[in-house]
């Protein structure tokens, strides 16, 4: 099977690239290496001799010179929340004239397509009112609610929000014109190594090479205690979930599927410092920031029931075991990292 992996050069891309190269899939990747650290990941594909087609995936005439693809796993977008309040037409154009494009090029080929969506793509309204007064989260969250994919979506849910919702309705619109076939992963937060992570995306490996590089980092709203909290999926375990999708996408398509840690992986901030402490041996200054975005969202924990029924999946590797993995990666290749963060 021939795959195409669109921001294959991401942090996702990268992982899933390698990971399916070395179940014996024919892989490429399409990445403009816009994203800090893509050049790195890049040429960590390089050595595995995975191509890279470097195209924006915007540029439709481009796209379409490629060759055919059986199946395109969609992992291109500009994916932070803030960014996408402040690079409004980037955003728009990757991450929604984007799945555009592929779709339009899936269509013409007859590809099948797997789409990485978010968990953002929910009303951040409704996810506040789980916690109730939210403000000031002076004592530990206890898992509440699991957020599966009949949770309300209506606005605001941010620009980055609304263009990946935008990207799951086209596909669904594909699907009923013209019988493409799809998988949807609406996904929580996803960590691992290979992540150049910021404040409002990739905040584990943030936390990590933090502790590492003994930077300063801060806890950022809902009164600056480190007690929001999410689940978090690491790569290895969102990675065998789609090379499960992908040995039955015969079987088992059209759907949708919220994909996250959930009660096997979950943090807060403050439970985040300790384990990084714990395992770097480090301790660093986290000073407090009161408030923070409209944006923000001070609790996410996914219901993962629907896709374990369907595919015998489960996470498998907790909080700590993603910490101990960037860790590695990062002590491995500390010269070469640094410069990216
Ligand atoms: N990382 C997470 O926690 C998370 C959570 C939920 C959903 N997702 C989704 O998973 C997918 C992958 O996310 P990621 O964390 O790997 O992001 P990433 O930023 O690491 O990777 C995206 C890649 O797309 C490339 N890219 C950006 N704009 C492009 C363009 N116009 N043309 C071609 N390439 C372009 C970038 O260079 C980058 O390598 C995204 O669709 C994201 O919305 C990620």
Not at 165 to 192: D, P, Q, T, W
Not at 296 to 322: E, G, H, L, M
Request: charged content about 25%; aromatic content about 10%.
């Amino acid at each position: 099977m021939n795959i195409l992996i669109t921001g294959g050069c991401g942090f996702v891309g990268t992982n899933l690239s390698l990971y399916l190269k070395s179940k014996k899939f024919s892989v490429y990747t399409l990445d403009n290496l816009s994203r800090k650290g893509s050049k790195f990941n890049y040429t960590v594909l390089k050595k595995k001799k995975i191509k890279n087609f470097k195209i924006n995936i915007a540029n439709y005439k481009k796209l379409k010179g490629l060759r055919k693809f059986d199946l395109i796993i969609d992992c291109c977008a500009e994916a932070a929340v803030e960014v996408s309040r402040k690079k409004i037409d980037e955003v728009f154009n990757t991450n929604l004239v984007g799945t555009f494009n592929i779709l339009k090029k899936a269509k013409r080929d007859k590809s099948k397509i797997i789409f990485l969506s978010s968990s953002r793509v929910n009303s951040i309204k409704n996810i506040n009112k789980i916690i109730g007064n939210n403000s000031n989260l002076k004592k530990k969250l206890h898992i509440s609610k699991l957020i599966d994919d009949k949770f309300e979506n209506s606005r605001p849910k941010s620009l980055y929000g609304f263009t990946k919702l935008a990207s799951e309705m086209l596909i669904e619109e594909f699907n009923y014109a013209f019988g493409l076939k799809y998988i949807i992963n609406r996904c929580g937060v996803i960590a691992g190594p290979l992540q150049f992570g910021k404040q409002d995306q990739g905040f584990v490996s943030l936390w990590v090479i933090s502790h590492i590089m003994k930077k300063k980092l801060s806890y950022i709203g809902y009164g600056g205690h480190g007690n929001q909290v999410r689940d978090v999926l690491h790569i290895d375990d969102l990675c065998e979930l789609i090379h499960k999708q992908i040995k039955i996408i015969n079987k088992i398509y059209n759907k949708l599927y919220t994909v996250g840690g959930s009660k096997t992986s979950y943090t807060s901030l403050k439970n985040l410092t300790k384990i990084c402490q714990n395992i770097t041996g480090n301790k660093i200054l986290i000073d407090k920031k009161k408030s923070t975005s409209i944006y923000d969202i001070p609790y996410f924990v996914t219901d993962n029931r629907k896709v374990s029924r369907a595919y015998k999946w489960r996470p498998k590797k907790n909080i700590n075991k993603i910490v101990y993995d960037i860790t590695s990666w990062i002590n491995n290749n500390k010269n070469l990292i640094q410069k990216y963060f």
